[in-house]
């Protein structure tokens, strides 16, 4: 009889999936997805892209190219990201099928099955699995509203790690942004060791407030070490999830280990939709359209923290966000959120179990509810059901 | 210091890399690739697609989809295929992204470091990277003109291998197809075992000959042990690369775990690419246009044939292809094909050395020419340099 590998055996199925097929259903109120709103698409704009490709575009577009991506794409990121104040003469790009791609080649890059490596609690769900798949032993470091907490930092790194993984900005799930105090300290406890750093900032461009988006410095941008640094970004979400297109920012090492796991995964990127985003990117639409899109989804956030307070139980707490998709809620003691979540889906909306993020799955008394997908009616209407469940359930605690 | 994944640490750039960066010297006549020509792409049909796509489709299409694949793609490729003979009520299709990527979820879910697993000898470069990324003991088994060596398959199977990957038709490099004859004995000494077999299709659909076509039946059709078998077929060369989209055709079993795989390498194919495919599939579109290549790539095949016959030592031999890409031509006897690249480079022609697809990257006294990506003139032009150039070598030796 056939054997499977270990660690394709070691793969489950995880809850988040099995809760997503729910959200499918027409009359559900999903709080659940992190897809960005379908009706919010730049449709017309990548419309026009295509009619106005040039021959030679078009065919360069059915090609294979080259592995770490379509040169006109990385040169306009380079210069995007240039202005944002990267280092871009000490590091190269790779143009990734999404950015779980490149969170997924890292993990390749290092874990040898047993490693450990240091994450978040909570953690981004398709990272845990990604990282999950090369079989490390995964240590989650707790967060609070500035971000991780540097003391178990230090514990944790006595053991030796591959990496450390994080979200510092707009995280999923817990909705928190680190603090520059907090990004100081960090940078201070790794600068002591030779560890990488792996740093998702997925939703980075989803700010609320440009103030605050001026304090916030990514940790590539600002570490003397930044060459231990993966920086990772995506097109999902100030574009669209269905190009399949992310990028990692290393230096030179990380670059060729990286450039040959690329090589063997999928050989390129897909450059059909490598020639849309350069377009969208390099003619100033891309940043048009994310100022649009950032100003309904402060609308959508604003409304739900509305809803939280006049439907919600005041024990259930919350850090409220400065961007991104998500609001992370504490449930009151003695709530058994798998119990929530059946009963709010019975009443018509659903929402992530706080478990799914954890690196061992281990139920937290917390809740992941996101903004980016429904409008403002229903997540009043969906938000609605939840407080009210709550209330309900804690008065028959 | 930090330390990468023993695993990255053993990938290797290939030389074929190396070989494909001169290729793309503006004056060189490039044998060398495996991408289809520029010029013969549908730009156009995909064009009028774009434009007839509804405002539904247009926002599906940048948004997430399912990690097994858009659903209408499934469902029209389901059907292609029935048509073929394949078991489609027993199997299930995930798309992926590049036929490369469904090779490399079937090597993870398979390969535990040190495992046999087998190959022709020589084999896709492609899937002999992407199972070295598992760390395998890869055994190649040798081929003739029909097909690999049916009694040194019987020998390798005492290894206790974890699967056979093979390419029976229109063979990536050798140009062969395995007889009806070969395939048969394949699959009785296949069946007393139960090792499952990962049969890649990526150019089935380049036939040149309907008679020859019709006699050619994929394994996946043809055995009792289907549920064994993993078949892979691609989008880029009946389509285009840069949609990034291939598939494999698995029982329920296998299923899981690849969507699984998959789930963690990119969550889902591009959807962009995907809602393209569907309409260029469904509507008979792409059909017609293989119809369109098949001739133009028969055509080229021939002009090779004839300019290897014309400007070629008698003692260069070769099977002649019935469909696909490539020639396999050997050397005579002492002609060292690293020594013939290089002086053949220098008169402003390139090719791939053998040894590149060697599993072991031994050097074999064979050649890969490929008509693919070169018109007919180039074709002549470039098949003299290489035929002047070994009869002069001959001299000297």
Known sequence: MYRFSQSVSSLRSSAI?????LATRADMISFAGGMPDNELFPVNEVQTIVNEMSVTERRVAMQYG???????????????????GFPMDSNKLIITTGSLQAINIFG??????????LTENPAF????????????????????????????????????????YITPTFH???GITYSQQRRKELLEVMSGTEIPILEDDAYGELYFEEDANEAIVPLKVQSENENLICYTGSFSKIFGPGMRLGFMLVGDEFYRKAELCKQC???CSPTFTQVLTHRFLASGQLDNYVARIRTIYKQRCECMIDAIKTYFPEEATFVKPKGG??????????????????????????????????????????IRVSYCNTDEEKIVKGMKIIGDTLKSKMKHN
Do not use: C
């Open 17 to 21: 999936r099995d809760l997503m097929s």
């Open 66 to 84: 080259p592995t770490t991506g379509y040169p006109p794409l990385i040169e306009a990121l380079t210069e995007w990201l240039r202005k944002k």
């Open 108 to 117: 390749k890059m290092f874990i040898d099955p047993g490693d450990v490596i």
């Open 125 to 164: 769900i398709g990272a845990l699995s990604a990282f999950g798949s090369y079989m490390p032993d995964i240590h989650g470091i707790d967060m609070d509203g500035d971000g991780i907490v540097i003391q178990q930092l230090k514990e944790v790194l006595l053991l030796n790690p591959k990496f450390l």
């Open 172 to 174: 999923n799930p817990a």
């Open 265 to 267: 995964l999928d050989a």
């Open 325 to 366: 998709f998500y609001i992370w809620i504490k449930l009151p003691q003695g709530i058994d959120e798998m119990e929530l979540l059946k009963e709010v889906i019975a009443e018509g909306a659903v929402f992530v179990v706080g478990s799914t993020f954890d690196p061992q799955g281990k139920s937290n008394g917390y």
